[in-house]
Structure formats: C-alpha cells, structure tokens
C-alpha cells in the first residue's frame, strides 16, 4: 500500500494514522504503521497530557534520541554508527540525544527516564533511534543481553501513548523490520506510529549511511515515505 504524503512535522500533529499500511523498499527498508484506539499512559507521561504539553510537542519539530548498544569488538573498534549519525545530525543542526547503552539496565534507563528528560527540556516529540544487532526475535546489547521484541513493546508503549501513537520507532539492527511484532504483542495503548527498520541483514557502513540520507531528507520536509527512498 502506498502511504500518504506528510512532512515530518505534520505525521505528529495527526491524531490518528492508517490502520496498516506497509512498504518494502530495496529489501533493505520497511514502512509500517497501526492505529490503536486504546490509550494509556504511566504517571510521569500523564503529567505531560495533563499540562496539555503534548499538543506543543506536535507542532514542534522533533528531535532524534538514538540509543546504541554496539557489539564489543565494535565499540573497541570505534565502529559506532549511532556516534556517526550525531555527527550527521549536528552538522545538519538536527536536534539530537545520545545514549550508550551496554547492558540493560543501562538501556531501560535510557528509553525510560533519559527519554523523558530530553522530552520535558526540549518540549518536542522524539523520533526513537535503537543501533544495535538484531535477529527475528529481538535486539542484542553490548554485554550480551537480549531484549525481545515483547520486553521492547513494554518500554516503548508509555512515550507511544502520550503521544497518541504518533511515535516513530528507527531500528538499525538486522532483521529491525521484524520490531513490527510489537505491535502484535498484548498491551494497553500504543507501541508505534511509524517503524522503520531493514527486512534482512546490514552492514555498518549501509546503514550508517542510510540513516543519514534518512534523516536529513526529513528533516528537510520529505514525508517518512519519500525519506526511505534516500
């Protein structure tokens, strides 16, 4: 199916997105939205909905929290491709967070309580980008650890449903495009808007490159559709 045209500003001031809409692009990307009716939030997001904030953070331009989880010969390599979209991103004056995760603590407090602090500083939605390797079942932290796609649906769904499932989830991992079970998985509310992630296996380089085009394309008012075509 193809998906409509929308700048990335305009995807977050819409209440509700296509109920199923999903592109494949070059084997190498997929686009994939759901709407759920059911919304929910924990308390710390609810404050946010309460002070009516979240209408602001839609009519702001997003900003992009990247969490990276390299395996350990990579992060003793330097090959960190969440560090070489920041330096992308500052070059092309994209507002943007950094976490390194490398283990799970690490991670959940990056996806939980970081999350929401970049949230509340800056006052706009975020576009959640996870670096990591990945399979069919989840994605594989620094020290080994194993997140699956259930316990990830978990961690996103709260910031999903504040902002009325208009999140857009990037999973730079092998098999991300699978990340789309999250959606399947039992649980109040939301878990994305958009996911963005490869059908099979990436190289470093690819996507680190792909990501770049992605971004800056979007940012420069293509719509997530067109952008995927970078």
């Known amino acids: 199916a193809t998906c409509r045209q929308r700048s990335v500003r305009h995807l977050f001031s819409q209440s509700h997105l296509p109920k199923s809409a999903v592109r494949s692009i070059g084997n190498r990307i ?24 979240t209408a602001n953070m839609r009519s702001r331009t997003p900003f992009v929290h990247i969490i990276e989880s390299p395996a350990p010969k990579d992060l003793v390599e330097d090959r960190c491709e969440g560090r070489i979209l920041c330096e992308a991103l500052s070059i092309a004056g994209i507002q943007h967070v950094y976490s390194l995760a490398v283990n799970r603590d690490m991670f959940v407090y990056s996806i939980t309580n970081r999350l929401l602090d970049a949230v509340m500083k800056s006052q706009s939605a975020p576009i959640l980008h996870v670096s990591a390797h990945g399979n069919l079942e989840g994605i ?19 910031m999903a449903n504040a902002l009325e499932g208009n999140l857009i989830v990037c999973l ?59």
């Open 30 to 53: 997929i686009l994939w939205r759901r709407s759920i009716a059911v919304v929910t939030t924990t308390d710390a997001l609810l404050v946010l909905l309460t002070e009516r904030r």
């Open 140 to 158: 594989a932290l620094t020290s080994g650890e194993e997140i699956t796609w259930i316990q990830l649906a978990d961690l996103v769904r709260p």
């Open 172 to 230: 730079s991992a092998c098999s991300g495009a699978a990340g789309c079970r999250m959606a399947m998985e039992p649980g109040n509310g939301h878990t994305f808007g958009v996911l963005v992630g490869n059908t099979t296996g990436v190289s470093w380089a690819d996507a680190a490159v792909a990501y770049v085009a992605f971004y800056h394309r979007l940012f420069r008012g293509s719509s997530v559709s067109e952008a995927t075509d970078a």
